[in-house]
């Protein structure tokens, strides 16, 4: 709620797909490379060229309808979605229209620990167009760079579902994890491989919903919230001076942080779109959508939920290990021997881990560490043979070194004693030499008690256990 | 006879036993282009130099005892929407005048594989728009039997170039009908292929789903041994069908005992020609003679046919043809002022008035509120039109038909009425909404000496039995006869 006001928001977004080729020709699917280096006649549209589908689209597209729960339409057509603009060769895109490959799903995300689930309405393929490159050095001309044209592109729309821009932009961060989980899009937004378009209204709590604005021109999720923002400010504004609403296009200026009308309804192009002839209908074997199922994994924003839920983790812990698909895998599989709870292993993950990758810039299939050395030394720390300081060197060498916990313990002589005798003989040592402690202590200044366990554990040359020298100590001088 | 006049199977067996060369061939094909070209007006394009070039490395490579297709050497025409490497490629259009493509089309580099020699590139009706020629940007065709009168259309400069010998085949293509109307009003053979049978990659397309390239040819024989060559899958065409294609001309055979050929009487109605309508009932009767067995069928969406015909090629036509927009190639008005306008300018000012017609038209019934009562109805009515024959194919194994419903007409009699053009394209655009084979082959000569064509339909796939029905029909009447130019 804004002002009184119930705030409704549903997105569109594109991602390109990181396939080899593009989507209807054999030219490399690259960024960044030399203006109209990755073209040929097909993806510029040439005449006589015709198209053929890389099914490595219908498969990304179709895993990522699973992600989001779809249903998927196994047999659906191409069609062209007609218009005119400089950076689209053909005059049309070729996209989908009546029939996306999938529809109908949801995501569930996690906002301020509340579980939300938005409706996903559709997810299409489509071919992504050229750009235009402006600039006073080309003398007032526009020139047009077609790389970029037939990259494969997703297209995923959402119910009008999220009700705060805060929503939106966990959706966009959902969407992101699961297509990175995915390994199917780069998601560098820099480099345009998610775009969004946002779609508000707003309306009172308890009326029909308002009329909705399309926001195009969203670079950004950070541009996107603050997109929302500026559009949930203005048509409150404009509702309550009296105005209406009105359908239109707007394009969002990230710099002036304002919103500007670029079409009205009315004049709202006809796409004409129609099957496109030149493409076969896309027909999908049940087999073949069984088969992508199965290659889904646990999603981030599924794991998330069930580290809060089951393993008790707080929601910035549970999203920092979930987002990353190499820590996650980690984790789980720590967590399947059964042996520690959760708070022991994102310890070390969350501390000692992601302090070496930072400091280091590696990863962790970089690192010899694996679940069962994790597990080892946990269990030594536990048990007290050795140390939590001992534990942090241990620690260390098996990130680097694949050698077992107990030879690196021996080898820098680590182990704890515990042996109530070599205790007891260090305590009656420590305790004669330091009889102005010893009195301390009786007369109250409990601190004593710490220097003491310190001189102790100096003498054993911190092989000591410090939780027994203290209990002998206690035991001694409290006779 | 001179070279030029003979046929493509007589020409390649003196080629393959060293009787001639194909230089000496190609030669005589170009003397016989500069002796009529300027009556006939064929060619947008020669390709002389190069054609020689190529006739001479085949005549070496024939030396040299290297294994030969039967079409290598022989000089054949391309209608000017395939694309050539290297060649202008214009569909006779201003905007593409100076067009030259970076690539080959599919059956480009077929026939260049097979030895073909390329002639040069042939005029047609502007984008495959028309059924007289009359709408190149460039010039008419005239028909060779009568200079006055158009050779038909779209392909009509590859009619033509076969009737007047400036070719010994051609290539053409056929989206309504435009091989075999004209190779009816040139008294040449045409076939129309099934649809996905010969790769359209290279084809500029009008209407993508009917398009085909096809051969033109002055006899059955010839049309086979070229559609030998060009057809088979690619995978540059998701539309290509993937399938065994035989070698149609080692297959041909004249045997017509029990063909069951069929005879719509949809097809022989109100607006044929009763001189074409009778040459085709005599033609059918001299089949009938040598064992095929007549029936009489009924088509009853005919009458729909045109109509859903020109939605959905004139749609397809317009998002096909948007391409063509001054950004990239081909023409460019020279003053505007702004995007839009230059659109608009370069548009306007590079298209003909058929095409842009047929754009218009397109554009409407693709427009949002229009769709279903256009666009979606015509789809429907495509469905049952296969549905129609598909099921009169259980009985019958060819259907045979007129061709156009008259012999040829005059030069600009019909160019100020669309819709009397359109008409001409009547018992031919069936063919192309159903995705079937059909062949024309002559039939008759009226007292004008203007021949018409007999068509002959097949289910999908059977272009074996439709060449193998016209050769026959051949063998009896006798077939091409040279026109007097």
């Known amino acids: ?479 | 006879m001179e070279l030029y006049e003979k046929n493509a199977w007589e020409l390649s067996e003196m080629l393959k036993s060293k009787e001639i060369s194909s230089a000496e061939l190609t030669r005589s094909v170009f003397d016989r282009i500069k002796s009529v070209e300027d009556k006939v007006d064929a060619y947008l394009t020669l390709n002389e130099e190069n054609a020689i070039e190529t006739a001479s490395e085949i005549d070496k490579k024939r030396l040299a005892g290297d294994q030969l297709s039967d079409l290598a050497g022989i000089p054949v025409g391309i209608k000017d929407n395939i694309s050539t490497k290297g060649l202008r490629t214009t569909c006779a259009s201003k905007m593409l005048e100076n067009y030259v493509p970076p690539f080959n089309a599919t059956v480009m580099d077929k026939m260049t594989n097979a030895g073909a020699v390329i002639t040069g590139k042939l005029n047609m009706d502007e984008f495959a728009m028309g059924s007289s020629t009359e709408n190149s940007y460039f010039k008419p065709t005239r028909n060779p039997f009568d200079t006055e009168r158009i050779p038909g259309g779209s392909s009509g400069g590859s009619a033509a170039s076969v009737a007047a010998c400036e070719a010994v085949v051609s290539l053409g293509s056929d989206t309504g009908g435009s091989i075999r109307q004209p190779a009816s009003y040139c008294g040449v053979v045409g076939l129309k292929p099934t649809y996905g049978s010969v790769s359209r990659y290279g084809l500029v397309a009008f209407a993508s789903s009917l398009d085909q390239i096809g051969p033109l040819g002055r006899c059955v024989k010839d049309v086979a041994m070229v559609q030998s060559v060009i057809a088979g899958h690619d995978g540059m065409d998701a539309t290509s069908a993937y399938r065994e294609y035989p070698d149609y001309a080692a297959a041909l055979n004249a045997d017509i005992d029990g063909l069951r050929i069929g005879l719509p009487k949809e097809y022989f109605g109100e607006g044929i020609d009763p001189f074409v309508k009778q040459s085709v009932l005599n033609a059918v009767k001299e089949m009938e003679k040598q064992g095929a067995v007549v029936k009489e069928i009924s088509l009853p969406s005919t009458d729909y046919a045109l109509s859903s015909y020109y939605i959905i090629s004139s749609a397809e036509a317009s998002s096909n043809l948007a391409r063509y927009d001054g950004v990239r190639y081909g023409f460019r008005a020279e003053n505007y002022d702004g995007l839009v306008d230059m659109y608009e300018r370069t548009r306007s000012e590079g298209f003909g008035d058929e095409v842009k017609r047929r754009i218009m038209l397109g554009t409407f019934v693709l427009s949002s509120g229009f769709y279903d009562a256009y666009y979606k109805k015509a789809k429907l009515l495509q469905r049952r039109i296969l549905g129609e024959f598909t099921s009169q194919f259980r009985d019958v194994d060819v259907i045979a038909t007129p061709t156009v419903p008259t012999t040829a007409f005059k030069i600009g009699e019909n160019t100020d009425d669309p819709l009397k053009m359109y008409a001409t394209d009547i018992c031919t655009v069936t063919v192309n909404i159903a995705g079937l084979p059909a062949i024309s082959v002559p039939c008759a000569y009226d007292e004008k000496g203007l021949p018409a064509g007999l068509q002959l339909i097949g289910n999908k796939f059977t272009e074996q039995t439709l060449l193998n029905a016209a050769y026959a029909y051949e063998c009896i009447s006798g077939g091409f006869r040279k026109p007097e130019l």
């Open chain 1, 1 to 479: 709620m804004v002002k009184g006001y119930e705030v409704v928001i549903g997105l569109e977004v594109h991602a390109e797909l990181n396939t080899d080729s593009k989507i209807y020709c054999s030219c490399k699917n690259q960024f960044g490379l030399e203006v109209n280096s990755q073209v040929c006649p097909i993806c510029m549209g040439m005449p006589g060229t015709l198209p053929t589908l890389n099914k490595k689209v219908v498969d990304y597209a179709i895993r990522m309808g699973h992600a989001l729960n779809c249903s998927i339409n196994r047999v659906c057509k191409q069609d062209r979605k007609n218009y005119f603009y400089p950076d689209l060769p053909k005059a049309y895109q070729i996209s989908q229209a009546e029939v996306p490959l999938c529809e109908n799903g949801y995501v569930d995300i996690l906002v301020d620990g509340e579980e939300r689930r938005i409706g996903v309405t559709r997810i299409h393929i489509e071919e992504d167009a050229g750009k235009l490159l402006h600039s006073d050095k080309f003398d007032g001309v526009s020139l047009v760079d077609l790389n970029r044209c037939g990259v494969p592109l997703i297209e995923i729309v959402s119910e009008p579902d999220m009700r705060s821009s805060k929503e939106a932009h966990v959706y966009l961060e959902t969407l992101k994890s699961i297509l990175q989980y995915l390994g199917i899009c780069d998601c560098k937004m820099q480099e345009g491989s998610i775009r969004c378009d946002v779609n508000v209204s707003v309306h009172k709590p308890g009326e029909p919903m308002g009329t909705r604005s399309e926001m195009k021109n969203v670079n950004s999720f950070s541009a996107a919230v603050r997109g929302i923002d500026y559009e949930v400010e203005r048509q409150i504004s404009v509702l309550e001076a009296g105005g209406t609403i009105v359908q239109e296009t707007r394009r969002w200026d990230d710099v002036k942080g304002i919103s500007t009308s670029m079409r009205s309804k009315e004049d709202a192009q006809d796409y004409r779109y129609f099957p496109e002839p030149d493409l076969l209908t896309i027909v999908v074997e049940q087999e073949r959508v069984d088969e992508l199922k199965a290659t889904i994994p646990e999603l981030p924003n599924i794991k998330i939920l069930r580290y809060v839920k089951e393993f008790g983790l707080n929601i910035k812990d549970a999203t920092f290990i979930a987002e990353s698909v190499e820590l996650a895998g980690f984790f789980d599989a720590c967590m399947a021997k059964g042996r520690f709870g959760a708070k022991c292993y994102t310890t070390w993950i969350l501390g000692e881990l992601v302090k070496f990758m930072n400091e280091t810039g590696k990863t962790l299939a970089d690192t010899k560490l694996t679940p069962e050395n994790l597990t080892d030394l946990a269990e030594v720390i536990e048990n007290k043979t050795i140390s939590n300081a001992g534990g942090k060197k241990v620690f260390a060498v098996i990130l680097n070194e694949d050698k077992p916990v107990a030879e690196i313990i021996k080898e820098q002589g680590l182990a704890q004693v515990s042996d109530d005798s070599v205790l007891e003989k260090i305590a009656d040592e420590v305790l004669a030499a330091n009889e102005k402690s010893v009195n301390d202590y009786k007369g109250g200044k409990t601190n004593a008690l710490g220097y003491l366990v310190g001189q102790c554990m100096k003498a054993s040359k911190g092989k000591a256990n410090p939780g027994k020298m203290k209990e002998i100590i206690l035991k001694k001088i409290g006779e």
